[in-house]
């Protein structure tokens, strides 16, 4: 069984939204750190945001104050809300999930995260 499987994704203009969803097929996979990630063509992964087993969550600044992380343990799912949404933003997204409870280890970094979903692709037109 694929343990995260991302949804949500589609095209939007510039200056839209959209929400992710990453539902896990337990909760063990999003009860410790999780993670979004992102890759746009020809480029390398690129972290987005991270969230502690205590909501205590750190942002890369190219995505502060327009995305927000948050989990809904009863759902199981784990959620990047999008807003106001600039052509660099469009991506292949990922999340990624790991055991450990904090994420202070490794936060940026692709190789510490265990469980990844397949991705699901976010297009932005200007």
């Known amino acids: 069984q694929v343990p995260l499987v991302e949804s949500g994704g589609g095209s939007v203009q510039a200056g839209g939204s959209l929400r992710l969803s990453c539902r896990a097929s337990a909760s063990t996979y999003i009860r410790g750190c999780v993670a979004w990630f992102r890759q746009g063509p020809g480029k390398e992964r690129e972290w987005v945001v991270s969230?502690?087993?205590?909501?205590?969550?750190t942002y890369a600044d190219s995505v502060k104050g327009r995305f927000t992380i948050y989990r809904d343990s009863a759902e199981n799912t784990l959620y990047l809300q999008m807003k106001n949404l600039k052509p660099e933003d469009s991506a292949m997204y990922y999340c990624?999930?790991?055991?450990?409870?904090?994420?202070?280890?490794?936060?940026?970094?692709?190789?510490?995260?265990?469980?990844w979903g397949q991705g699901t692709q976010v297009t932005v037109s200007s």
């Open positions: 969230s502690d087993s205590n909501d205590r969550t």
């Open positions: 990624a999930t790991r055991p450990l409870r904090d994420c202070l280890s490794g936060l940026g970094q692709a190789s510490s995260y265990v469980f």
